[in-house]
């Protein structure tokens, strides 16, 4: 347990230069690299949107999605995506209301995930639709009894609070740009720099205000995005399909959307601190910390799965033995357990360890956590739906080429906005980073 | 002479073979004959005259051979179902005959496609229906076959709770946004920063909070599913499912019966689902009237490309000849409608 007890404090004159020096770095520099890996995600986007302009063009029926089976990848990608984006309210809210002073370098991360995996996660709504041009009509013609107007109100809230929760705290980092880049980056760069800061000069009034609106939106998302992906789950349970009968299907999600979230992020981190050289404020404390919490996630949900499958089973309808024998034994199990064993039992297992609980092990867990999630999506979708609600043949579904490649390319997208998202803004919260410095210099002193 | 008694043998054992061959013949007979006399029942029904959509009809039936009451008979109820000059009768109900050869039979009425029902309740035997009554009901208007008996009506639980839990979450939404507005305008003006877009923001937040309650306050508050009311009637649609097993679209050709008539496709490839069930045009899908039947090329192009957000149907969900059926079926209806 030593990483729970904070490190010697390595403070020396040069902390803060050598803070700003290294946030600053990515805004003006680009390797070849770089350049490949932004090529190789807009080839990944480019062949996604040639193969959503054909599914446009001749209908769904391009896809693997037939009249029993309607729902497939791009809902367990929409799913997927929401559940990501858990990971900044999570992160950035809880630790900041706690005050928990290793989370600063982690939050601004947090919070762009979130803002970059709701929108990537509405584009899959757009594209599992038919027809995406009548969208307007949820908003004219829609009707509130719908679960689905329920997710479009509570996505609306949880995107427009985040992206304000996202720019709030950014704006002394971005002022910090502004002032510190001049002549060394593009005009319109500037601008935005310029722009985003508010003409923030860090005046008494202008503290209270951004002290005012953090406080409030902190509080604020924590019970916006818990009902998010509650309301999410009642997309499912109010349906009328046998395996989605679940009261506990709420509880379910928000575990599985904080658990992929942390594991996306421990991800993310790793990438970000060794391309930019971020060892010294990304430390092996907030890996450990944030393993931690993905192990202690990954148990509640072995727990809710096990509160799924035991109320049902010990009831077994005929219905229900049906969607167990499909999702334990033949369709869908190689899905499932390599779901339940390599996604949470596995994480359990490399973080409990001392000798594997290293950057690179937890980066393992977390990718297979981050998988294992994505099947799970995908089995709740596929193998709910698969289960007759009338005595006809039970129906199959595989994803197409199409839905492969706009699956990919949403991806790509994501990755693509948490690219550019480093390129452009401060990726640590330095003021906040500075604020806390200062503070725990006081402390000692 | 043995020779000659050889041939006297083999007419004498032919003629054996010939009876044998009679008498089990005439064995059968008899035994068929006693089959039926057994099964020569009568069913006596004792039903009302007439029903009301959704509610629930009893019958009482009784099995009689000869005056005899037959026990632990099944029998059934059905009803004639047609579409598409198909008819056939489809099972509503079915029961056993207890010792005074009596049966309860029950089943919830739906929505007839005229005001008479005809039924039948029939005796079943191993090779089929045995004995067979007919009846008449006279079917009177009520609310569609599912109306909801779940759910709970409780009257201060309704959507103005919504509206307060909206109104709340999004006063702090744009009380935190507004503070970019006292950001910008606490500024000395050192610095070049746009004092517009701040104003935008704002704005653009407002919007998107406004908008919510504009869908929430229009909105029909009333369910679909539920009572009929004036903008979400539901008509009664054929049940394809009971003459035909549901094929689903997008099935092999191969495997549909080839002699569904132009009614039946146009039921079954979802054409009704948004032109209407006798294409008189409905909220999504228009009226195909002798306008649009006129060129029947263009109108066979226009399912095959599906204009307007229409379902495209290529040549493995409707074949050609199939179109033209469904064409055909149009083009009856139109002119018995507009002679």
């Given at each position: 347990m030593e990483a729970l007890i904070d490190e010697p404090d390595t403070s020396d004159t040069t902390w803060e230069d050598r803070l700003e020096n290294k946030v600053l770095i990515p805004g003006t520099k680009t390797g070849l690299a770089f350049k490949l890996w932004i090529g190789g995600l807009l080839l990944v986007l480019l062949i996604g949107v040639v193969a959503y302009v054909n599914q446009y063009n001749n209908g769904l029926y391009v896809t693997g999605m037939r009249d029993r089976i309607s729902w497939g990848i791009y809902i367990a990608a929409f799913v997927f995506f929401a559940g990501i984006s858990m990971a900044g309210t999570l992160m950035s809210a809880i630790l900041r209301i706690t005050k928990a002073t290793w989370r600063t370098p982690v939050t601004r991360f947090a919070e762009a995930i979130t803002v970059m995996g709701l929108v990537t996660a509405g584009l899959f709504v757009i594209v599992d639709?038919?027809?995406?041009?009548?969208?307007?009509q949820m908003y004219l013609n829609g009707n509130w009894q719908s679960p689905l107007m329920w997710d479009m109100m509570a996505i609306t809230v949880y995107l427009t609070s985040s992206v304000v929760y996202l720019l709030i705290p950014m704006i002394p980092d971005l002022a910090f740009f502004r002032d510190g880049l001049p002549g060394r980056v593009p005009r319109a760069q500037s601008w935005m720099y310029g722009t985003l800061s508010f003409g923030w000069i860090e005046n008494p009034p202008q503290r209270r205000a951004l002290a005012k609106a953090v406080a409030i939106l902190t509080i604020l998302i924590i019970p916006v995005a818990v009902t998010v992906h509650t309301v999410l789950s009642f997309v499912f349970s109010t349906t009328v399909r046998v395996s989605w009968n679940s009261t506990s299907f709420g509880f379910f999600f928000v575990a599985g959307a904080i658990f992929s979230g942390v594991a996306v992020l421990i991800i993310v981190f790793a990438v970000v601190r060794r391309r930019y050289h971020l060892e010294e404020y990304i430390t092996e404390r907030q890996f450990t910390y944030l393993g931690y919490l993905m192990a202690a996630m990954s148990m509640i949900l072995i727990y809710t799965n096990a509160t799924e499958f035991i109320t049902k089973g010990f009831k077994a309808s005929d219905d229900d033995l049906f969607a167990f024998r499909e999702l334990f034994a033949t369709k869908f199990a190689p899905l499932f357990w390599f779901y339940f064993f390599g996604g949470l039992v596995l994480p359990v297992l490399i973080v409990a360890f001392k000798r594997t609980r290293t950057i690179t092990g937890l980066v393992v867990a977390s990718s297979f956590a981050v998988v294992a999630m994505f099947v799970e999506r995908y089995f709740i979708v596929v193998a709910g739906m698969s289960v007759p609600l009338m005595p006809y043949e039970p129906s199959t579904y595989a994803p197409t080429a199409t839905e492969w490649a706009i699956v990919a390319g949403g991806f790509a997208l994501f990755l693509l906005f948490l690219t550019v998202f480093t390129r452009l803004f401060p990726i640590l919260a330095v003021w906040e980073m500075k604020h806390e410095h200062h503070e725990r210099k006081e402390v000692t002193a | 002479m043995k020779h000659h008694q050889n041939s006297e043998q083999r007419r004498t054992s032919r003629t054996l073979a010939q009876s044998m061959v009679l008498l089990l013949a005439l064995f059968a007979v008899v035994l068929g004959s006693a089959g039926r006399v057994a099964a020569a029942a009568e069913i006596e029904v004792d039903a009302p005259a007439e029903s009301t959509v959704g509610e629930s009809v009893q019958i009482t039936a009784t099995v009689t051979d000869g005056g005899v009451p037959v026990a632990d008979a099944v029998v059934t109820v059905t009803r004639q179902a047609e579409i598409g000059g198909q008819s056939g009768f489809v099972e509503l109900d079915s029961g056993v005959t207890d010792e005074a050869g009596v049966v309860q039979l029950e089943f919830v009425q739906n929505a007839a496609p005229s005001d008479a029902e005809h039924l039948q309740v029939e005796l079943q035997g191993d090779n089929g229906v045995e004995a067979a009554t007919k009846f008449d009901m006279t079917v009177l208007d009520g609310p569609q076959q599912v109306s909801a008996t779940s759910g709970a009506d409780v009257g201060i639980i309704n959507k103005y709770w919504l509206i307060g839990v909206l109104a709340l979450v999004w006063f702090f939404v744009i009380a935190a946004t507004v503070q970019l507005l006292v950001i910008s305008r606490s500024s000395d003006g050192s610095t070049h920063s746009n004092r517009v877009i701040p104003y935008f923001m704002v704005g653009f937040v407002l919007f998107t909070g406004l908008g919510m309650f504009y869908v929430v306050l229009t909105q029909p508050s009333m369910h679909a599913n539920l009572a009929p009311n004036d903008e979400f009637d539901r008509v009664p649609t054929a049940y394809v499912g009971e003459v035909y097993p549901y094929l689903g679209l997008g099935g092999d050709p191969a495997d549909r019966p080839d002699d569904l008539s132009g009614e039946v496709l146009f039921v079954q490839a979802g054409c009704?689902?948004?032109?209407?069930i006798d294409a008189n045009g409905a909220i999504v899908g228009g009226e195909l009237d002798d306008g649009v039947l006129d060129d029947t090329d263009e109108f066979t192009e226009a399912i095959r490309e599906g204009p307007d957000g229409m379902p495209v149907y290529d040549d493995v969900l409707l074949s050609q000849a199939e179109i033209d059926r469904i064409i055909e079926f149009l083009q009856s209806t139109r002119s018995a409608a507009n002679p």
């Open positions: 639709m038919g027809q995406p041009t009548r969208l307007y | 009704a689902s948004c032109h209407g």
